[in-house]
C-alpha cells in the first residue's frame, strides 16, 4: 500500500480535460509526476509542483495545497494513454522516497 | 545529452546473486544523486536504493541488508549488488539521476528484468 493515493484509473474523451489527484503528501515536500507509456520506462512530466520540463506539452499541469497534489491534463490526446505516477519524499517513515500507485489513463 | 543503459538482470534461483549495472552518459555519476526503482509485474513504483554525492546510502526496508548500491567513477557507472534474492524481488529494475528529498528523477534508464524463480 502506498503512502501517496492516487485513482486506480480515469478516463476521457479525446479534447477533454482530466484530473489525477495525489493525496498524502508531507507539506514541506514537493511532488513531481511520471508517465509510463506500456512498456516503457518512466518520463518526468511535471516536477516540484507545478514546473514542466522541456520538451513536455503545456496542456499538462500540476499543482499542489497542503498534503494533495494535481496533475491535470488539457486538451487529452490519445497517445496520453499511460500510467501516471506522483512522487515525493515522506520524513513520517524515518525518510524514504514514496511513489503513489498509479493512475492508468484510458483514452475513450 | 543525459543518457543511462541498464544491463545485468537475468533468471536467478531464490537466494542467489546478481549484480546490475546502469551506464551513464552525458553527465557524472559521482556527482549527482543517484537511485535504483523497481516495478514488479503489474504493479507500481517502488524506491529501492539511493546514493548521495557524498557516498551515503540508504535502502528501503524490503531489500535492507540484502541490496547494496554503489558506482565506480573510473567507468561513471552506478550499481546495485543484490544478495539472497527472494521471489518478490522479481520485477524491472530502472536506474535514474535524483534522489535528495526534494528531488525528482530525470532521467532514467530503460530497465533491466530480474526474474527470482526456481
Known amino acids: 500500500q502506498s503512502v501517496l493515493t492516487q485513482p486506480p484509473s480515469v478516463s476521457g474523451a479525446p479534447g477533454q480535460r482530466v484530473t489525477i489527484s495525489c493525496t498524502g503528501s508531507?507539506?514541506?515536500?514537493?511532488v513531481h509526476w511520471y508517465q509510463q507509456l506500456a512498456g516503457t520506462a518512466p518520463k518526468l512530466l511535471i516536477y516540484?509542483?507545478?514546473n514542466r520540463p522541456s520538451g513536455v506539452p503545456e496542456r499538462f499541469s500540476g499543482s499542489k495545497s497542503g498534503t494533495s497534489a494535481t496533475l491535470v491534463i488539457s486538451g487529452l490526446q490519445a497517445e496520453d494513454e499511460a500510467d501516471y505516477y506522483c512522487?515525493?519524499?515522506?520524513?513520517?517513515?524515518?525518510?524514504?522516497?514514496?511513489f503513489g500507485g498509479g493512475t492508468k489513463l484510458t483514452v475513450l | 545529452e543525459m543518457q543511462l543503459l541498464e544491463s545485468g538482470g537475468g533468471l536467478v534461483q531464490p537466494g542467489g546473486s546478481l549484480r546490475l549495472s546502469c551506464a551513464a552518459s552525458g553527465f557524472t555519476v559521482s556527482d549527482n544523486y543517484m537511485t535504483w526503482v523497481r516495478q514488479a509485474p503489474g504493479k507500481g513504483l517502488e524506491w529501492v536504493s539511493v546514493i548521495y554525492r557524498g557516498g551515503s546510502a540508504y535502502y528501503a526496508d524490503s531489500v535492507k541488508g540484502r541490496f547494496t548500491i554503489s558506482r565506480d567513477s573510473s567507468k561513471n557507472t552506478l550499481y546495485l549488488q543484490m544478495k539472497g534474492l527472494r521471489h518478490e524481488d522479481t520485477a524491472v529494475y530502472f536506474c535514474?539521476?535524483?534522489?535528495?528529498?526534494?528531488?525528482?528523477?530525470?532521467?532514467w534508464g530503460q530497465g533491466t528484468l530480474v526474474a527470482v524463480s526456481s
Open positions: 516540484r509542483n507545478t
Open positions: 535514474a539521476r535524483g534522489g535528495f528529498t526534494t528531488d525528482w528523477y530525470d532521467p
Open positions: 512522487q515525493s519524499f515522506d520524513r513520517t517513515l524515518g525518510g524514504i522516497w514514496v
Open positions: 508531507g507539506p514541506g515536500y514537493d
